[in-house]
C-alpha cells in the first residue's frame, strides 16, 4: 500500500468524522422538551403535595412556631429539631431535605404505574415519622390515583425529621384531614425505634408516643418482642384489607419491622422491586414477606440516591415548583432528523468506504495471485 493511499484513507476517516459530529451537534441543538408517560397524573399528585406542604407552612407560621431558616432554609416547617425525646436514630438532614420536593409524588405515580395500579387497588403502605416530606408525597400519589391504603406508622422519628413530640407525623395527618387537603390516614400505630417497641427511647419519650397515637385516634400495635410486631403487622394488613393481597407494598424509612433487621438495607435496592431475589436476610421484616407473596415493593430510604435515579435535585435550599425534573418532562430528540440522520451517514459510509474495501480485497488476492505465479 502506497503513502498516497494512505493519505487518502486518513483523509476520508476524518471527513466521516466531522460528518458525524456535524449531524450529532444538529441532533443535539434541535432536541425538544417531552412530556413523559402518566404526565398529567404525575403533576396532578405534585400539585397535591404541594397543597400539603403549603398546609404545613401556614400551620405554624400560625401558631407561632420556630422554623430554624439554616436546617430548614426553604422554610417548609418539615424539618423538625435534632434531638427530642421522641428522636430514634441518627438521621442526615441532606437526605430529610431532599424529600422537600412535591415532585416525588410523580417519581411514586411512576412506580404504581409500572405496577399496573388501577383506582380502588389495595396497596400496604408503612412508615415513620423520619421523612415527612416523602409521607406526603406518597399520600398525594395514593390519593391521586384513588387507590385503597392501609397505613402503618412507627411514629418516633430520626433526626429532622416529625421528631417534635407536639407535632408528629400522626399529628400532620389529622392537619391534612381537617383541612380536607387528605383522606388518608394511618390505621395503626406503633413506636418505631429499636424492635418497633421504642427501644433506646426513655419512659418519657415512650409516653410522649403513646400520648400522640391516643389524641389522633390511632390504633396502637403493642408487641413484645420484634418477631411479635412483625407478625401483628402483617396480620393487621391481612385484617384491614380483608383477605384482598396488596397489589404494592410501600415502605418510606428504616422501620425494622418493615425492613426485619437494619443490616437488610445493604440488601434490598432502592426504587421498585418485583422480587428480591435469594439473599441471606438475617430477619424478614414485613417488605421481604410481601415480596415473597409476589407483591411489587417500592423501598425509599436512601433519599439522595434516588434523587439522583430520578432527575430531582439533592437538599435543594429553594421548593421546588410542581412539574420540574425529567419525571416531567425530558428532552428527546426529534425523531423526524434522527432516523434520516442514519440513513444518510450510513449510506455514505456504504459508498465511500465500500471501494476501499474492495480495493483492499482486490489487493489482498492480487498479491496472492502474484505470489502463487512466483
Known amino acids: 500500500m502506497t503513502s498516497r493511499s494512505d493519505r487518502r484513507r486518513q483523509f476520508v476517516l476524518l471527513g466521516l468524522a466531522v460528518l458525524a459530529i456535524g449531524l450529532q451537534l444538529v441532533l443535539d ?7 413523559q408517560r402518566d404526565y398529567a397524573l404525575k403533576l396532578a399528585a405534585a400539585e397535591k403535595a404541594e397543597e400539603a406542604y403549603e ?38 438532614l441532606g437526605s430529610k431535605l431532599t424529600t422537600l ?29 423520619s421523612f415527612p416530606g416523602m409521607n406526603i408525597c406518597v399520600y398525594a400519589a395514593l390519593e391521586t390515583m384513588e387507590l385503597a391504603p392501609v397505613v402503618v406508622t412507627s411514629v418516633g422519628a430520626s433526626m429532622w425529621g416529625a421528631n417534635a413530640p407536639d407535632f408528629t407525623w400522626l399529628d400532620m395527618e389529622t392537619l391534612f384531614r381537617d383541612e380536607k387537603v387528605f383522606h388518608i390516614r394511618s390505621a395503626g400505630a406503633t413506636f418505631g425505634g429499636g424492635d418497633d417497641m421504642g427501644q433506646g427511647l426513655s419512659p418519657e419519650g415512650r409516653e410522649l408516643l403513646r400520648e400522640a397515637i391516643a389524641r389522633n385516634g390511632v390504633e396502637f400495635l403493642a408487641s413484645d418482642n420484634i418477631e411479635d410486631a412483625i407478625t401483628k403487622r402483617m396480620t393487621f394488613y391481612e385484617e384491614k384489607l380483608r383477605g384482598r393481597r396488596p397489589k404494592a407494598y410501600i415502605n418510606v424509612g428504616g422501620g425494622v419491622a418493615s425492613l426485619g433487621s437494619s443490616r437488610n438495607k445493604v440488601l434490598m435496592p432502592e426504587g421498585l422491586n418485583f422480587d428480591f431475589g435469594v439473599r441471606n ?14 407483591v411489587p415493593v417500592i423501598h425509599l430510604l436512601d433519599m439522595q440516591d434516588l434523587a439522583r435515579e430520578s432527575g430531582l ?8 415548583a410542581p412539574g420540574e425534573g425529567e419525571v416531567f418532562v425530558k428532552e428527546s430528540y426529534r425523531l423526524a432528523l434522527a432516523a434520516p440522520f442514519l440513513v444518510l451517514y450510513c449510506a455514505i459510509c456504504v459508498l465511500v468506504l465500500a471501494p476501499e474495501l474492495r480495493r483492499g480485497i482486490f489487493d489482498r488476492w492480487s498479491g496472492k495471485v502474484d505470489g502463487d505465479s512466483v
Open 29 to 35: 441543538m434541535t432536541r425538544k422538551p417531552v412530556r
Open 55 to 92: 398546609t404545613v407552612r401556614r400551620q405554624r407560621h400560625m401558631v407561632g412556631a420556630v422554623i430554624d431558616m439554616v436546617n430548614d432554609p426553604a422554610g417548609t416547617g418539615l424539618i423538625g429539631p435534632e434531638f427530642s425525646l421522641i428522636t430514634n436514630a441518627q438521621g442526615v
Open 101 to 129: 420536593n412535591p415532585n416525588w409524588a410523580g417519581v411514586i405515580v411512576g412506580y404504581l404505574r409500572r405496577c399496573g395500579l388501577k383506582p380502588g387497588d389495595p396497596v400496604a403502605v408503612a412508615m415513620s415519622g
Open 281 to 294: 436476610f438475617p430477619r424478614k421484616g414485613n417488605m421481604i414477606l410481601m415480596a415473597e407473596r409476589g
Open 313 to 320: 435535585p439533592v437538599a435543594p435550599d429553594w421548593r421546588p
